[in-house]
C-alpha cells in the first residue's frame, strides 16, 4: 500500500513498515506453545504502520518541500522481506531518485524507564552521523551501523539506498497472541515518530 507526496523535487524519501504478521501461526514463525490464537501483532507491526500514517499526516501538511515523499505499507515481511524486495525490483518511482529509507519495525514499547531505542543503518551514510548525534536528547539510543537486518530496510540497502531502522525493543510478546494493544506505549511512540519527523 503506497502514498505518494509530490512536491516536485529532484529526490524523494521513503518510509516504510511492514503490516502483516501471523495470522494464527501456520507458516511456523511463532513462539507461542499454547492452542492456536490469532496474533494481532500490536508493536510487530501496527505501531510501525501507524507510526507511516501518522509521520503521512505530519509530512504532507509540512513546509518541507526539498524533497517528495513514499510513504508504503509492506506485506510478506514475516515471510522474507517479500513486499519490499517486490518493491525494489518494481518501483513506482525511479529508484535512483531515492535520497533515503526510513523503516519503522516494533516502535510501540518505548521503556518509560530507560527511554531505549535502537537504530539501524548508521552507517549507511555518512550524514546520519552528524543529523542523528544532534538529535537524542529525548532517547538513550544504541546505534547499529549496519544496513542489514531483519526487516524491510535490508531491501533498500542492498539497492545502495541509505536507510535507517527505528526499533524500541524486543519483549517477551513478540511474535506471540500476547502482542496485543493494551501493551503499546502511545506516549512513547508519538516521541519516536516526531524523533523521525525532526531527521
Known amino acids: 500500500v503506497t502514498g505518494f507526496v509530490n512536491n516536485g523535487a529532484a529526490n524523494t524519501i521513503i518510509i516504510g513498515a511492514h503490516y502483516d504478521h501471523l495470522g494464527y501461526g501456520e507458516d511456523h514463525n511463532s513462539l507461542w506453545t499454547g492452542p492456536p490464537e490469532i496474533h494481532n501483532g500490536a508493536d510487530d507491526n501496527a505501531s510501525g504502520t501507524a507510526a507511516v500514517i501518522e509521520l503521512a499526516r505530519m509530512l504532507k501538511n509540512a513546509r518541507l518541500k526539498n524533497n517528495n515523499y513514499l510513504f508504503i505499507c509492506f506485506s510478506g515481511e514475516e515471510l522474507g522481506l517479500y513486499g519490499s524486495n517486490y518493491f525494489t525490483e518494481h518501483p513506482t518511482i525511479d529508484i535512483n531518485t531515492a535520497n533515503y529509507m526510513i523503516n519503522s519495525d516494533?516502535?510501540?514499547?518505548?521503556?518509560?524507564?530507560t527511554h531505549s531505542i535502537t537504530i539501524g543503518g548508521y552507517g549507511t551514510s555518512p550524514t546520519w552521523g552528524n543529523i542523528l548525534e544532534q538529535n537524542?536528547?529525548?532517547?538513550?539510543?544504541?546505534?547499529?551501523?549496519?544496513?542489514?537486518g531483519p526487516s524491510d530496510h535490508t531491501s533498500f540497502y542492498l539497492k545502495n539506498?541509505?536507510?535507517?531502522?527505528?526499533?524500541?525493543?524486543?519483549?517477551?510478546?513478540?511474535?506471540?497472541?500476547?502482542?496485543?494493544?493494551?501493551?503499546?506505549?502511545?506516549?512513547?511512540?508519538?516521541?519516536?515518530?516526531?524523533?523521525?519527523?525532526?531527521?
Open 106 to 113: 516494533m516502535v510501540g514499547r518505548l521503556n518509560d524507564s
Open 136 to 148: 537524542t536528547k529525548a532517547f538513550s539510543v544504541k546505534f547499529d551501523s549496519s544496513g542489514i
Open 161 to 199: 539506498i541509505p536507510v535507517l531502522f527505528f526499533f524500541t525493543g524486543i519483549h517477551k510478546d513478540y511474535h506471540k497472541p500476547t502482542d496485543d494493544v493494551d501493551k503499546i506505549n502511545f506516549t512513547g511512540e508519538l516521541q519516536v515518530i516526531k524523533y523521525i519527523y525532526h531527521v
